[in-house]
Every structure is written in structure tokens, then in C-alpha cells.
């Protein structure tokens, strides 16, 4: 099976060295190259990192946090090394590449936190019969982790599931996007540089590299789009090994009437088109309480034009917003702006693409008069555009939201704590915020799970986030060993009578059932 780990098809190419070239989306000029991994490469990789495995789970906790940690300071040292290829792989506006540093937080999380998750647990036994056996599971780490990442984040994306990984004690092979692989690679690299173990690396190249990948590991944390992720769940259950999923999303924005109008209208703009909209929590459909939606509107509108589109290479935080990163999602994007357009939606700003020639940009797009018979309020667009649609109340904007096949995220605006909170609960998505946006993907305490088809599994969410990367084993020992157990051989009428009387006993909850009357 050949997996299609590109999802989204742009300015990545083989030449005839077997290499992946990559261009910048903003200009279209080279600006990098990566080796492609052939399988049996892959495989050679995969055994060098089982081979370092057990030394590294032997180091414990507090010596794989000191690598961790001396990690974490290579990458705040060399933070403009590793962002400046990431930004001309990418047409990110530098505000945007900076965000990516900022999951260096994880790491920190991990190191505080990994102790206390991976420590032997002790469990009461239940019940009189069990009352002398003592239970303890222990958590031992699987000895690969493949971990397969999208475009739209290449550093901040695998520094959400990589450290887990190897605090757990694991070792972790990752594969980036063929579309942005240098900004990941210079941090891979970073870990080789400070000298520390041989246990992550990082393979190059499309479909056949990823499934190569899926082939070699023991646990498989994929990132990307729901197609692609199906093909890995049937991979993964083919050879028997769990995989976390974290698929597509199309996360609603609920504004009441008594919400701050100011605030929802900033946290939509930022939510919207951070990473040029690029986000699997991005806010893609906007259901506006009547009462106040002409004045959300007309303030979405004036922030949206003012917002400065480019990729600004000096790194002097002149542009908000950047270019797309693949042609394929430009022509996504503006299929569903088009599509909406025909079926009755208007344009309030942007709606129309550039010259090709001036690279992938599409203008930050608001679109009124929308309804779910249109493309953007259906599909993914994963792009620069923002639907509102106008709600009788707030049971009409629920059923709106959750008329939807992906359920990965949504945000709830209103200043009544209990209406939010109540909103919340009939939302059909994994995490849902009040009074802002995109913030659960930094709360590393609880789960970032999908619904729906978002995905299998979670990402963070405290002690499971990293006990994922682990196998369970339950230890039974006996505090007391007698001679003889009651249960074994051999049987005789009088053992069975007795047997019997004390599963009574024991089981029932009433005198008339346990005395056997």
C-alpha cells in the first residue's frame, strides 16, 4: 500500500538524483533539497534507532530530560537557522513562522510531567478473594515510534507528539512533508549536534516513504488529511500496531449576542487566516446571532482589509498574512469561493486570486449569505477564507455547527459563563473554547482529540498523551504465597462444595442468595 503523505500537492519535486526539490510557494525559486529515502533505506534507519532503543530507555526519565532540555536551548539559540527555511518553504509572513518556536513549550511539559505519568502504578485489588495479591502496571515504551507530519506546521507539528515519544523512552523515526522538509531537518540535525543519542532521525520523500515508514515502526502518529489517514489506519491494522490519527477539521465559530463583539471579531481574523488559514483548527464557518451580525460583519470586514499579505524575507513583521503553501490548495480555495459565488454568497473582501505568476497568494476572503449547500461550509478549505452565516439563535447556530462530518474544534462567544459552558457540551467536536480560539492545541493537560472523521485517538492530554507511546503490563504478585491455591487440581465434590459456597458468599449482595436459599 502506498500512502499519499503529501495530502495537499505543491511545489515539491523529484528530479532524476532521487532528490526532493523544494520551492518556495511565495516565488517559486528553489530553495532547498532533501535526499529521498528509498524503503530499504528506511529499513536500515529503523534498525539503527532500535539498536540505540535500550540504552535510551536505561537512562531513565531524568537523563533523557537533560538531552530534552539541551535540545530545547540548541533550537532558542538557533531559532532564526531553523525558521528562515521554514519560512521560504512555506510563504509564511515571519509573525506566523515565529509561532512555530513557540511549541518548544512541550518539551518543557514533558520534562516536568514524564516522571510522574510513567511511574509504577498501584492498584487496590477488588474484592475479599483478591485482598492478597499485590497489582502494579508498569509502563515500558514501544521501542519505534513513526511519527508523519503535514506542511502547514513542519517544526511546531512534530515537536507536539516527537518529545512525548522520546521521553517515554522510545526511540522516533519521523517523515515531514516532502512539501516542507528543511525547517525540521535543521532540528533534527540540532539533536545530532549537541551530541546527544543516536534514538531520532528523520527520512525524506512521497507515498512510497511514508508507507515504507508505516512498515518499520511499532506505533504510528500521523498528521494530516482524512483520505491519507484512512490508508494508515488500514496499514497500521494490517500489521497490528496502534496509530493516533489527527485528521481534517472545519471548526465552527458560535457568536452570541451577548458576546464581546470586539474580541470575537480580532480572534476571528487571527483564527482564520493565522498560517494563511492553514490550520487544522482554524476557524472555517462563522453562525452569527441576528441581533448583532450586521455589526460583526461590517468589523470583520474593515479588519480584514487591513490586514498586509506577503512573505516578508527581511523578517521585519510588514505582512500579517502570507501566501498559500501548495497550488493545490489555491485552486481549493478558490473553487470554494467560486462555488459559493454561483450558489448566492457575496463577496465582501478579497475573492479573487492574484496573477499565478506572482506566486500562490489568495486574498483574505469574507463571504456573506452563506448556507450549507456551498463547498465552504462543507469541505475543508484550509485556506484564506472566512463564511458568516446569519442565525435566528443559538439552538439554530448548534445545529449548524454540528451539521458537519469533521468534529475536531469550535469556539463559543458569549459573556454568560453557564449559557458558554452549556453551548460547549452540545458542540460534537474534541475540544471546544470560549471567548477564544486555536488555544486548546497549547493545553498540553488535556486531550486534543477528533470526532468524527478527525481523526483516531489524541494528542497531548496529560498523563495519556505520553502513556500512549507505552505498552501496559499488569504485574501480579502475592503478598501471601500458600502451598496450595484453592482452585487447582484436583477436584473432588468436596473442594466443588466449598468452592461454591464461597463464590456466594462473595458474589451476592443479599443473605438469602449468599446462605444459598
Known amino acids: ?135 502494579t502496571i508498569v509502563y515500558e515504551p514501544y521501542q ?126 487571527w483564527g482564520g487566516f493565522v498560517y494563511s488559514g492553514q490550520v487544522c483548527i482554524s476557524v472555517e464557518r462563522i453562525y452569527v446571532e441576528e441581533p448583532v451580525y450586521d455589526e460583526f460583519v461590517n468589523k470583520l470586514v474593515a479588519k480584514t482589509s487591513a490586514l498586509r499579505q506577503g512573505m516578508d524575507a527581511g523578517h521585519d513583521y510588514s505582512c500579517e498574512v502570507g501566501s498559500l503553501t501548495t497550488a493545490q490548495q489555491l485552486r481549493i480555495v478558490s473553487r470554494h469561493v467560486d462555488d459559493a459565488v454561483a450558489k448566492g454568497a457575496k463577496v465582501l473582501v478579497g475573492g479573487k486570486a492574484p496573477d499565478a505568476s506572482s506566486g500562490f497568494f489568495y486574498p483574505p476572503t469574507v463571504l456573506v449569505d452563506v448556507d450549507h449547500d456551498m463547498d465552504c461550509m462543507r469541505e475543508e478549505t484550509f485556506g484564506l477564507t472566512l463564511p458568516v452565516m446569519k442565525v435566528r439563535d443559538v439552538a439554530e447556530a448548534i445545529e449548524k455547527a454540528n451539521d458537519s462530518d469533521l468534529g475536531l474544534a469550535g469556539s463559543v462567544w458569549t459573556r454568560d459563563k453557564d449559557k458558554a459552558n452549556t453551548i460547549a457540551r452540545q458542540l460534537n467536536t474534541g475540544t471546544v473554547n470560549i471567548n477564544n480560539v486555536i488555544t486548546g492545541l497549547l493545553q498540553f493537560g488535556v486531550p486534543m482529540p477528533g470526532w468524527k472523521e478527525s481523526g483516531l485517538g489524541s494528542r497531548s492530554g496529560g498523563a495519556d498523551g505520553i502513556r500512549k507511546y507505552c505498552r501496559q503490563k499488569s504485574i501480579v504478585a502475592e503478598r501471601v504465597a500458600m502451598k496450595k491455591e484453592l482452585l487447582w487440581y484436583p477436584y473432588s465434590r468436596k473442594k466443588g462444595s466449598f468452592t461454591e459456597k464461597v463464590v456466594r458468599m462473595l458474589s451476592a449482595k443479599d443473605w438469602r442468595r449468599r446462605l444459598g436459599r
Open 144 to 269: 519505534l515510534v513513526g511519527v508523519i507530519t503535514p506542511w502547514n506546521g513542519p517544526l511546531s507539528v512534530p515537536l507536539l507528539d516527537v518529545p512525548a515519544a522520546l521521553m517515554a523512552g522510545c526511540a522516533v523515526l519521523s517523515k515531514p512533508s516532502e512539501i516542507a522538509p528543511l525547517g525540521w531537518q535543521v532540528a533534527v540535525d540540532g539533536w545530532k549536534q549537541i551530541g546527544a543519542p543516536d534514538v531520532p532521525d528523520t527520512v525524506h520523500g512521497f507515498g512510497e516513504t511514508g508507507s515504507a515508514l508505516v512498515d518499520v515502526v511499532d506505533y504510528v502518529m500521523f498528521t494530516g488529511s482524512t483520505n491519507t489517514g484512512r490508508r494508515i489506519a488500514v496499514a497500521a491494522a494490517e500489521r497490528l500496531i496502534p496509530c493516533s490519527l489527527e485528521l481534517g477539521g472545519k471548526d465552527a465559530m458560535i457568536v452570541c449576542a451577548d458576546a464581546d463583539i470586539d474580541r470575537a471579531v480580532d480572534a476571528a481574523v
Open 1 to 135: 500500500m502506498t500512502l499519499n503523505t503529501t495530502d495537499r500537492i505543491g511545489r515539491a519535486e523529484p528530479n532524476a538524483r532521487q532528490e526532493v526539490v523544494v520551492r518556495c510557494p511565495a516565488t517559486g525559486d528553489i530553495v532547498g533539497r532533501v535526499p529521498v529515502s528509498a524503503p530499504d533505506e528506511v529499513k536500515a534507519v529503523a534498525d539503527r534507532l532500535r539498536a540505540a532503543q535500550p540504552a535510551w530507555q536505561q537512562i531513565g526519565v531524568a537523563g533523557r530530560a537533560k538531552w530534552l532540555g539541551k535540545w530545547r536551548d540548541w533550537m532558542l539559540d538557533h531559532r532564526d537557522e531553523v525558521l528562515t527555511p521554514l519560512q521560504l518553504e512555506t510563504g509564511k509572513s515571519w509573525g506566523d513562522t515565529g509561532i512555530e518556536i513557540a511549541a518548544v513549550q512541550i518539551i518543557n511539559y514533558w520534562i516536568d510531567k514524564a516522571a510522574e505519568f510513567l511511574a509504577d502504578e498501584s492498584v487496590r485489588p477488588y474484592g475479599a478473594a483478591n485482598a492478597a495479591k499485590k497489582l
